[in-house]
């Protein structure tokens, strides 16, 4: 199992080696070269499995035997997947109205995000431990990622995590969750901008390959392919569950299952239509709130930017460069590099871009989709509310809209995927008129000391950024750490 780069610039590399990478050197997006593929015969042997389970059967695909061999693999899974608040690390709920929602919200952060971070991170941890290495992991968040980055590597010796997140776009929850962790492996920078203006000077940082060795610096946000192929046993899971693959029979056809996913860096889709790859027979759905790049791409071959980000009541999927689109163009293509460079260069510059016909057809073909609008979102979690006593988080209610508003195909099953816990969006859950319990650990967080970095519109973020590399890299040489906030 080797990788290469969406935009044909870069083949052959290991696992540890695109691990360790954010972007390709070439700019483009590391993916498996070769994308197994499951006989139904494996499918139906698997149907038993718990999800811990298959995600080592998942990573093993991916991961080598000579990067990391099975026993240390297994244990590191184990590891990273033991600290979840339900058993088996995620839950499946069956409700009124054929309602199946798979929470995948059980880690430290609430949110799906620490599922692929907590295994992500412990590999980064094995190899850097291997290596006597350190790496420096350099994140801009919607709001989730950055939380998860830091309760995953708090602490570790080996690992410093710089996070940037937009200042007043985040939730409270969301907020404390990153700036409540004190340990001084951990670097949080409050930006007066969105996730998107954050994502031009990181990408040129990562860009900076001189910067990026010397630092060891990495990337954990959905760039990382590891990430997306740990994602891969959500959609897997969801099948194996809900299909009923394992009462069929040898050649028979085996069923169909529909996804529905809350979308916004397309990740979670990313990794959907590697499943699909792989020979699953699932029907993708992404559903997006009123930043709706990716429905207007699938619905009209339109993938460009509107001219703002839109605050909604379902912050982490306000996003209007869904990077991960790049890896599904990748796949659809038929893997043509040269064709995924020409797009997306012209779509980095110009922030527009028609999609060919034969891709749009390929896309329109691979996905549906559909947008909802912060009244939506609000009608979707009072029915399921109301129909349940079941509280749905505003990102997961943008896809029990899509269940209450279409009727799955006659003879398959739907599965609409739960991205956070209701209680990281207290203001959404308000704006519904719905009232919640909050755990003790939320209520915790609002009393506890802070630290974060303000960068301000109009000043150099990338320098700003690029000194706190340096003075972290200086303080790991001398063996403490001496700037100050
Ligand atoms: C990150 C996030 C998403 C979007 O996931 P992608 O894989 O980037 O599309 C959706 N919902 C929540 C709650 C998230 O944190």
Redesign the pocket.
Known sequence: MLYCSTRGGVQGWAFRDVLFSGYAPDGGMFMPEVVPRLSHDTLRSWAGLSYPELVREVCSLFIPEHQIPRRDLEGLVSEALSKFSVPGAVRLVQMKEGLSILEL?HGETM???DLAMTCTVRFLEYFLRKESSRATILVGT????GG?AICSARGLAGVDVVVVFPRGRITQVQERQMTTVLEDNIHVFAADGSSDDIDVPLRRLFADQDLVKRHGLMSLN?VNVSRILV?VAHFLYAYLQLSGVEHTRGAEAVPVLEVV???????????GCIVKHMGVPLRLV?MVNSNDIVHRAVQSADFSMATSVKKTL?P??D?QD?Y?MERVFWLLSGKDGALVKELMEEFQSSHHLALPETLHKGLSALLSSGSVSDNGIVEAMQRCWKENQYLV?P??AVAVWHHYHTQPRPGEKRCC?A??SPA??QGAVERAGLTLDLPEGVKALGSRATRCTDLESGEDWEGLLRERIYSIGLARQGGSLFYSD
């Open positions: 919200f949110a799906f995000k919607s709001g989730d990622t998860s959905s994602q996913v809350p979308t916004g860096g397309a990740g979670n889709i990313a990794a992404a379902a982490a999927i996003i869904p991960n988080c990102h997961t995927i991205t956070a990281k969006f």
